[in-house]
């Protein structure tokens, strides 16, 4: 072999060295590509505060699918563009995961070959372009209220026994480096909404009532039901509904029903046609025929009886007179955390198992009942005493006033009442109306129990004074006392 021969091959071994040095071990590999190290990816985002919408993409292999994930701020009111703009509690949120990565500092280098990007996990999860549909990360995007990025990065793989490192890279740039950590952000529609369906405390309820019945092939099929009040501290059965033979109300039952109504929760929506909310919302009209399919295909039906639901329904009564009707419909078979898009909603049409417990579409409407919270009496005025009327009539005055008083006061703290109830099932209704609302099937076990569930075993009873002990195992039963004689 030349010499010149060899010192190029000598030149190629060194420079692969080289190259192998920086790959896996960057920090003795430093170049004026990376002089960076150090420094923060996005300096001038300093300020958490200052986002004002978080976008999350991934992909997800098995399906082949993307998954966006976005809330933003927009005209004052923060929403789930990505879950057909649903309402959200995100504030905090957000400033929170904004919080995380302020600052965020390029402290290893690693590549800035694009075709390392599938072995560190930070290939572009939305790019159509890529070859490969393995080594796709996660784009984590914040922008401020003029739609201007703060920052938009690119996690990739947690490096082999270094937790709480990753491989970040920002959009668009080539460069990878080796990341110290702990940034997570949800994705979870339950995290970012108010999941308290119905806003109800426990010692609110007064009444709940299940019809029970299924909807198969048009025909109403009944199933019974039960009702219960509330009375005297207590739970009892309503007007004509009895336990089954040897069984009584077990109020620790009836507990956990009013426990799992307070605490129901939500996986995810669906919305509503905008003629059928813009009906349930007061205005007059009919569905249309499509409009109708919407409502069927979630397992509710217009009938002549009303709207009635595949899975029966539960009305449930506050002390202020406010109720809500829970009907239960087909089950979800969507994936709660699909983006909101039509290719969502054409998945939740298709037939395929669900996984885990079934999750089940919810229909909720609210409404003021007056006759479950009438209006407290109030006497006549007493007339006023004549002058020189005994001191026991003036005593007797005295409190019949202030009985009178107090009932007055008692009707306007009712009539105040009546007046918050009702503008509370309106905005409540108004909110329902827009939406079919996906909870877990847990919940759906929890807040429709079977009769005989909410029923416990009668406790023997005990004669005072008597050892009601049962007789010992084998022991022959003792004769009956012979009858006296005749006289």
Do not use: C
């Given at each position: 072999m030349s010499e010149s021969l060899k010192t190029l091959c000598f030149a190629a071994l060194a420079g692969g060295a080289l190259a192998a040095a920086v790959l896996l071990n960057p920090s003795q590999g430093e170049t004026a590509a990376?002089?960076?190290?150090?420094?923060?990816?996005?300096?001038?985002?300093?300020?958490?505060?200052a986002a004002s919408s978080l976008e999350v993409v991934s992909f997800d292999e098995k399906s082949g699918?993307?998954?966006?994930?976005?809330?933003?701020?927009?005209?004052?009111?923060?929403?789930?563009?990505?879950?057909?703009?649903?309402?959200?509690?995100?504030?905090?949120?957000?400033?929170?995961?904004?919080s995380q990565v302020v600052g965020l500092v390029k402290n290893e280098i690693r590549s800035d070959r694009p075709g390392d990007f599938a072995e560190l996990g930070v290939v572009d999860p939305a790019d159509l372009n890529a070859k490969t549909i393995s080594g796709r990360g996660i784009q984590f995007t914040l922008k401020d209220g003029r739609g201007a990025t703060l920052a938009s990065y690119i996690f990739g793989k947690e490096l082999e026994n270094r937790p709480g490192w990753r491989y970040v890279r920002v959009t668009g740039e080539s460069k990878t480096y080796a990341v110290k950590t702990d940034a997570q952000v949800s994705t979870n529609f339950g995290d970012?909404?108010?999941?308290?369906?119905?806003?109800?405390?426990?010692?609110?309820?007064?009444?709940?009532e299940l019809r029970d019945y299924s909807i198969d092939s048009g025909a109403i099929k009944s199933k019974g039901g039960y009702r219960?009040?509330?009375?005297?501290?207590?739970?009892?059965?309503?007007?004509g509904v009895m336990a089954p033979e040897?069984?009584?109300?077990?109020?620790?039952?009836?507990?956990?029903?009013?426990?799992?109504?307070?605490?129901?929760?939500?996986?995810?929506?669906?919305?509503?046609?905008a003629k059928l909310a813009a009906i349930l919302k007061g205005e007059k009209g009919g569905l249309s025929q499509a409009e109708a399919g919407d409502l069927q295909s979630r397992g509710f039906f217009v009938t002549e009886?009303?709207?009635?639901?595949?899975?029966?329904?539960?009305?449930?009564?506050?002390?202020?007179?406010?109720?809500?009707?829970l009907r239960f419909g087909a089950v979800f078979y969507g994936d709660p955390s699909d983006a909101g898009s039509g290719a969502a909603l054409a998945k939740d049409s298709k037939e395929t198992k669900p996984q885990g417990s079934a999750n089940r579409y919810l229909f909720v409407n609210c409404a003021f009942n007056d006759s479950l919270?009438?209006?407290?009496?109030?006497?006549?005025?007493?007339?006023?005493?004549?002058?020189?009327?005994?001191?026991?009539?003036?005593?007797?005055?005295?409190?019949?006033?202030a009985a009178w008083e107090t009932a007055k006061n008692t009707k306007l703290i009712w009539e105040r009442d009546v007046k918050e109830a009702k503008e509370k099932a309106d905005a409540q209704n108004r909110r329902f109306a827009d939406w079919y609302y996906v909870i877990p099937g847990d919940s759906f076990d929890s807040v429709r129990p079977k009769l005989e569930k909410l029923c416990k075993a009668k406790a023997p009873v005990k004669v005072?004074?008597?050892?009601?002990?049962?007789?010992?195992?084998?022991?022959?039963?003792?004769?009956?006392?012979?009858?006296?004689a005749a006289p």
């Open positions: 990376f002089s960076d190290l150090g420094q923060p990816f996005f300096a001038e985002f300093k300020d958490p505060t699918q993307f998954k966006n994930f976005k809330v933003e701020l927009k005209d004052g009111r923060w929403s789930l563009p990505s879950h057909y703009g649903y309402p959200a509690d995100a504030k905090e949120r957000l400033k929170t995961a904004a970012w909404v108010d999941t308290d369906l119905l806003k109800i405390g426990q010692g609110d309820l007064q009444a709940m219960l009040e509330h009375q005297d501290q207590a739970w009892k059965f309503g007007a040897g069984m009584e109300i077990d109020s620790t039952a009836v507990d956990a029903v009013s426990q799992a109504l307070t605490q129901l929760r939500l996986v995810s929506v669906r919305p509503k046609p009886q009303g709207l009635m639901s595949n899975e029966g329904e539960f009305t449930v009564a506050t002390s202020k007179g406010v109720t809500y009707t919270f009438p209006a407290p009496a109030v006497p006549e005025e007493p007339k006023k005493l004549a002058e020189g009327a005994k001191p026991e009539e003036k005593t007797a005055y005295d409190a019949a006033f005072p004074g008597a050892l009601n002990l049962p007789p010992a195992p084998g022991a022959p039963t003792p004769a009956p006392a012979p009858a006296p």
